[in-house]
């Protein structure tokens, strides 16, 4: 485990997709976000060891079968534990967790969070659409964890301010987002750093540092900047 570090300290959170060979057919593009199963145990090593006075935190997305058969063992031999983004309407599904994965992702301490149902982008959903990403998706995974289900992470990393409008006023917490970069205090918008099979050492080293580009910095800024101040859906 790493050393103690002071609350204030500065997050850089790390996110994982699926780890070794997919049990179900992917959607066009995900194929980035897959990593082999000795890479994630390198990775998983370096965030273990790591002594630079930051904080690590761990997250995946779309509740992969590979979360409980390669992510869990992993983690729990090294002392760690993480949150999993779960999509509700895929629980059961080849590939992807069961009802029990849940509960026993849950009871070995891990965070259980939302995801929505499918995966949609969230954006311009209508009553019923939030109704079944939202809410559904959000009582299934509370009832087979046994946890209050209050994070969420965006689809796509897609989110406007009628995301985070309606999410905040269901009393989540906090929106984990794909905008990179580290974390200070405990802001509702969480940018996390994703993993992907295509990084180069180099880039793969930046995230999990946390390390982002000035000129990428400037586009962040910019984008959160849109995401504020225009309406939702625009």
Not at 9 to 20: D, E, L, S, T, Y
């Amino acid at each position: 485990m790493p050393d103690p570090v002071p609350s204030d300290a500065p997050r850089v959170v790390v996110n994982f997709h699926g780890i070794g060979r997919p049990g179900r057919v992917l959607e066009p593009g995900e194929d980035r976000f897959w990593i082999p199963r000795d890479r994630f145990r390198r990775i998983l090593d370096a965030l273990a060891a790591a002594r630079d006075g930051m904080v690590r935190e761990i997250t995946f997305d779309d509740g992969n079968a590979s979360d409980a058969e390669i992510a869990a063992p992993e983690l729990a031999a090294r002392g760690l534990t993480a949150t999993f983004f779960v999509l509700a309407g895929r629980i059961g599904a080849a590939g992807s967790l069961s009802e029990g994965d849940i509960r026993a992702l849950a009871a070995a301490g891990h965070r259980i969070g939302l995801h929505g149902h499918a995966h949609v982008d969230w954006r311009g959903l209508d009553g019923a659409g939030r109704a079944r990403e939202f809410d559904a998706a959000r009582d299934r995974l509370a009832a087979l964890s046994g946890q209050a289900v209050d994070v969420a992470a965006a689809p796509f990393g897609l989110y406007d301010r009628g995301v985070t409008a309606a999410l905040k006023a269901r009393g989540f917490r906090a929106l984990c987002t794909s905008d990179r970069g580290r974390v200070r205090g405990r802001p509702f918008l969480v940018a996390r750093n994703c993993i992907r099979a295509d990084m180069s050492p180099e880039a793969e080293a930046q995230a999990l540092a946390g390390v982002v580009s000035p000129l990428r910095a400037v586009r962040r800024l910019l984008g959160l900047a849109r995401r504020r101040l225009l309406p939702a859906g625009a």
